[in-house]
């Protein structure tokens, strides 16, 4: 058995809809190539047949992995979370105790993460350094820069 992945709804909405799409769309797409590429006559020697196959078979290994993941996820479940610490799903503001600068982040599953948008993966350096943390603590994160020194100012949902 496959390991278990969280989402959020949102998130799980997300690969949802897109294996709707695959398996309604684009599916039909390539089937109509193919169709049309056998219509062409001496499949043996006929360049867009093998393509269109091709492309059928990675379509169907993407639909299988996208059906797997779907399979084995699980919703985060945030009524049960600790909001006083840092946990996945935590809106975090965070102070960089150098330079004075403040940014925030939401700490999201991996397959979520955003980082224009502020949706940090649970994963990342930082990340890892924050989780478990409180409001006032001072953590040092190792970066590919170096270290850097954050406080934690805020913890929200």
Known sequence: MAEAKYYTKEGLQKLRDELDHLTRVERRKISEAIAEARDKGDLSENAEYDAAKDAQGLLELKISKLQDIIGNARIIDES??????????????????????????????????????????????????????????????????????????????
């Open 80 to 157: 049960k979370m600790d909001s006083s610490k840092v946990l996945i799903l935590s809106n975090v503001k965070i102070k960089n105790l150098k330079n004075g600068a403040t940014m925030r982040y939401i700490l999201v599953p991996e397959k979520e993460a955003d980082l224009r948008s502020g949706k940090l993966s649970v994963n990342s350096p930082i990340a890892k350094g924050l989780l478990g943390k409180s409001i006032g603590e001072k953590v040092e994160i190792a970066v590919p820069a170096g270290n850097i020194q954050f406080e934690i100012v805020e913890i929200s949902r």
